[in-house]
């Protein structure tokens, strides 16, 4: 069971009478971590946890995944006009293309906050720090994690000014995708990890592309792999991957959830 506060994170009001906060030790111990470590690099954030899974897994109305522990639902970070961590609500925001907050979502079953919108902003430097945490997390290993490509491309260019490692750059294009068969999750992020080797014996099948391989990457042949002098074309790369200037070897290719 995932407690429903923790360091820099909370799982908000209207989600937690569906007790869906329960998940597989890695993924447990993932959200934990990984929003931990958010929360000490940049203070004052607050990730809103929604769905893992029911507790003993299966199916439920909310979803047509979340069924086996491996998959939880993370609202995105956002800012007010000043440029201040924004607490979580009692809904999600959707936000546009440019990251501006334009509609609420709320719980199913709930209905939208009787108020205008505020003037919030998508918090692209603590989601990148967040997406850079649980993919490189020792405990679990993510498979995916899905987002609207516009937001995705705003986390990649946070990502590309804050100097990021291009190989982190190259996985993380990898797992953030945008699903064919689903809400295009521009009010929260939901990730995925592996089935955790122990678990195979108990019936636990991942599906989808195999695991990532680092190496994969570095033998790639130009445009795609490690640039010979400079990191950072690889990373830029990766943008033009992503605006559609290069074939979309990594990011926004067809995929269902």
Partial sequence: MLPVSGDGYLVPSHWRPRNSNYGTEELVGLVARSTRLVDAEIPGGIAAIGDLSRRGGGASIEHKSHRSGRDVDIFYYALDDAGRPVAPGEAMLRFNAEGRAVRWSPARGEKAPNR????????????WALVH????????????IFIQHNLAALVFRE?????ADP???????????EPSDAEPHD?????????????????CVDKGPVRWLKKAWKYMAPPYGRAPNRPEDAAWTLLK?????LPPLFFRAPLTS
């Fill in 241 to 245: 991957t992503m605006t559609g200037e």
């Fill in 133 to 144: 945490a649980l993919i490189e997390d020792p405990g679990a290993e993510v498979q995916w």
């Fill in 116 to 127: 205008p919108v505020p003037h919030y902003h998508f918090d692209s430097k603590r989601t």
């Fill in 167 to 177: 190989a982190v750059l190259a996985r993380a294009a990898y797992v953030l995708r």
């Fill in 187 to 203: 009010d929260h992020m939901h990730v995925r990890v592996y089935c955790d080797t122990r678990d195979r014996s108990f019936g």
């Fill in 159 to 163: 990502a590309v000014a804050s100097g």
